[in-house]
C-alpha cells in the first residue's frame, strides 16, 4: 500500500498532493481576506459576504491585476472572458 503526503489549507480545507499548490493557494486565501477586510473598513455599505467575494476575486487574478497597475490596463478587460459569475456573485 502507498502512502501519499497530503497538505490542507487550514482557512477552508482544501486538500493539496503538492505542498507548493497548497502554501500559493493558502497565500492567496490570505489576500482575499486582507483585502476584503479592507474594502469593508473603507465602505460601510459593502456586506461581508460581498466583501469576501471581491477580496477573492482580486487575489485569484492578482498577477494581471499587478501589470495592469503598472501600466497595462488593457488586461484587466481580458479578465471579463476569463471570468465567469458565481452563484454568490450573481443577483438575486
Known sequence: MAVIPMWQCD???SMF???KAAEEYDRQLEL???LSSLLEKHF???DEELAENIG???ARH???LSKAFKGKPELV???LDETQP???SEPA
Request: charged share 35%.
Open 11 to 13: 482557512r477552508d480545507g
Open 17 to 19: 498532493a503538492d505542498k
Open 32 to 34: 482575499a481576506a486582507n
Open 44 to 46: 460601510s455599505t459593502l
Open 56 to 58: 477573492l476575486l482580486l
Open 62 to 64: 492578482k498577477d494581471t
Open 77 to 79: 478587460l481580458e479578465l
Open 86 to 88: 458565481t452563484p454568490e
